[in-house]
């Protein structure tokens, strides 16, 4: 990030979210920076020299080129985050190569690591789209590392069409799945102006309507044409595609059907994995109010309009005085605003990622609420919460109403029921915790991140890798 773009995200934070959210994100920028700063610079730096090669010999050997079309920094939410994790556990074992932008516009940053030595190419791209730079920038590294699998670890923001752009240049995919992306450009499927679930709109007129209403992109011709050929492009996916990787099988099962492509042995569902959090604040003595924690940020697709309906259903029945709420992760000012409209809401705001089974310990959470009213693909919160031994309610659709329904440790509600729903589930808790109590929350893996690590680097073995 320039430095001069940090200034108004930190007051930003400051006004809304507070001091506490503007010294967490202060935290994760310094850790970026120690990130970066990790790998040494190689002496390339233009499209020029680019093309000219001079690439460090070390360099060559990881078995796949990575493609994430975000900076790899926890800021930039659950994939960067987890792949962040992953890519320190599988640079030891087999090494590890990265290409995505750098925090600084018009850069695109290869960094290679393997055995302890990192090392890092910088370039810059200037007039080409990132769909275009991607694509020569990848097939450029590919060769210089001596692969020819390419995996695209997530592919927002980059059109379906980069993906078969690259198979076309004779590259091997692996495909990562972490959303709705390749189904619609706004991949939680929150329909404007309404902000409800689309519920998989496959009506192209509606679907132009709602991406034009949310600026969602240049479409840079007739909406409804553009999302045509947006859907035309995803569905070849699978067609080029070597391995297909969702982070459940409700993302499998799912956006398969809806790409229309058949299930086969080269779909593979490997669940994300967080490091194992440090020593746990203990469990504080319950109060007289229930402790209540929102996760996920004041956002429409996260739940926050739900919430304001819940809180003013609470007050109608005569229950403000009987919650705490806190509010976990950064979020839209007016959404706050809405929710600051409440007695006893406190806004914690931004919290660094890995962090957050710590902020419900000390907070003394004793129900999380995951509250998104549009499928979950997986729920990295949920496992923090597992780890905090907090459990969870949310609506009964996506990954998340599969893994409490399979796993325990948490209460569902019919997403039709809404708001509604919600009040029945919770009223009877405001006076009477017991319930809560006898929910056995399930722990997550010791090793999950490195379970994840091996199974990705199975998966490039698989393909003929030679680690």
């Known amino acids: ?29 310094a850790a970026e920076r120690r990130w970066l700063r990790s ?9 020029a020299s680019l093309h000219a090669g001079g690439i460090d010999p070390r360099l060559v050997g990881p078995p796949a080129l990575k ?24 640079e030891m074992v087999a090494g590890a190569a990265l290409l995505s932008p750098a925090s600084s516009g018009g850069v695109l940053r290869l960094a290679v690591g393997h055995e302890g030595r990192r090392r890092a190419v910088e370039w810059r791209c200037p007039g080409a789209s990132l769909d275009e730079a991607v694509v020569e920038a990848a097939t450029i590294a590919c060769r210089w590392l001596g692969t020819d699998i390419v995996h695209i670890e997530n592919l927002a923001p980059l059109h379906p069409e980069v993906a078969l752009r690259l198979a076309d240049h004779g590259l091997r995919l692996v495909l990562s799945f972490h959303d709705f992306f390749a189904f619609c450009r706004r991949p939680h499927l929150l329909e404007e102006p309404d902000k409800r679930f689309c519920a998989y709109c496959k009506d192209l007129p509606r679907c132009a309507r709602c991406l034009l209403a949310s600026a969602a992109a240049d479409l840079g011709e007739d ?37 229309g492509q058949p299930a086969d042995d080269r779909l593979h569902v490997i669940p994300p994995g967080l490091p194992k959090p440090g020593p746990l604040p203990a469990r504080r003595a319950p109060e007289r109010r229930l402790r209540l924690g929102f996760v996920g940020g004041p956002k429409p697709h996260k739940g926050s309009r739900v919430l304001v309906e819940l809180m003013r259903r609470l007050r109608e029945a005569g229950a403000d005085d009987a919650y705490h709420l806190v509010i976990f992760g950064g979020g839209e000012p007016q959404e706050l605003s809405a929710l600051r409209a ?16 710590h902020l419900l310990r000390r907070y003394g959470i004793e129900l999380a609420l995951l509250l998104s009213p549009v499928p979950e693909s997986f729920g990295l919160t949920l496992d923090e919460c597992r780890w905090a031994g907090v459990p969870a309610v949310a609506f009964d659709h996506g990954a998340l109403g599969d893994r409490i329904r399979q796993d325990g440790g948490g209460l569902l509600v019919e997403p039709q029921a809404g708001a ?11 006076t009477d915790r017991s319930p809560l109590a006898e929910l056995t929350v399930p722990r997550p893996r010791d090793d999950s991140v490195a379970e994840a690590a091996r199974r990705h680097l199975a998966v490039y073995r698989s393909l003929g890798a030679p680690h």
């Open 1 to 29: 990030m320039k430095p001069g773009a940090r200034l108004p995200m930190l007051l930003h934070s400051l006004l809304h979210e507070g001091p506490r959210a503007v010294a967490d994100r202060l935290v994760d920028l």
């Open 420 to 430: 509604a729903g919600l009040l029945r589930l919770l009223l009877p808790l405001l």
């Open 67 to 90: 493609i994430l079309a975000t900076p790899l920094s926890p800021r930039f939410g659950g994939v960067p985050t987890q792949l962040l994790h992953r890519f320190r556990h599988e």
């Open 342 to 357: 409440f007695p006893r809401v406190e806004v914690r705001g931004y919290y660094r990622g890995g962090h957050l089974s």
């Open 223 to 259: 909406a409804t044409s553009s999302q045509a050929r947006w859907r035309r492009a995803a569905a070849s996916l699978a067609g080029v595609g070597q391995a297909l990787l969702f982070p459940s099988h409700f993302l499998r099962d799912r956006l398969v059907g809806l790409l």
């Open 39 to 47: 790998f040494a610079r190689l002496p390339v730096s233009d499209q």
